[in-house]
Nanobody, 123 residues
């Protein structure tokens, strides 16, 4: 099992910045992907940013140039620096991890989610 604990959400004015943090614990050795998703009421959870242990990084088009994801695959921590925030960024943000392992003949993959942290952008 893997546990993900997020921190750093809150209320910020438009144009402001926030930094989200997420730390994994438990069976973390097999984690090879860390990222952030967000969700607003009535909408599907959407990818914000994702990184892999191989160094690949993906951003949603809506956050490119404003958000930066950084991760440490030794400590299994991931951060999301959010700048130039606007009201469209208001959502619950979830940390996400993918764990891969198991025998070669029967590989396994599990997705883990944090409890979510609220980000509200409002004046």
């Amino acid at each position: 099992q893997v546990q993900l604990v997020e921190s750093g959400g809150g209320l910020v004015q438009p144009g402001g910045s926030l930094r989200l943090s997420c730390e994994a614990s438990g069976r973390i050795r097999g984690i090879d992907t860390l990222g952030w998703y967000r969700q607003t009421p009535g909408k599907q959870r959407e990818l914000v940013a994702r990184s892999t242990s191989a160094g690949d990084i993906t951003y949603a088009d809506s956050v490119k140039g404003r958000f930066t994801i950084t991760s440490d695959y030794t400590k299994k921590t991931v951060f999301l620096q959010m700048n130039s925030l606007n009201s469209a960024d208001t959502a619950v943000y979830y940390c996400h991890a993918i764990w891969r392992g198991g025998p070669v003949e029967r590989p396994m993959q599990y997705d883990y989610w944090g409890q979510g942290t609220q980000v509200t952008v409002s004046s």
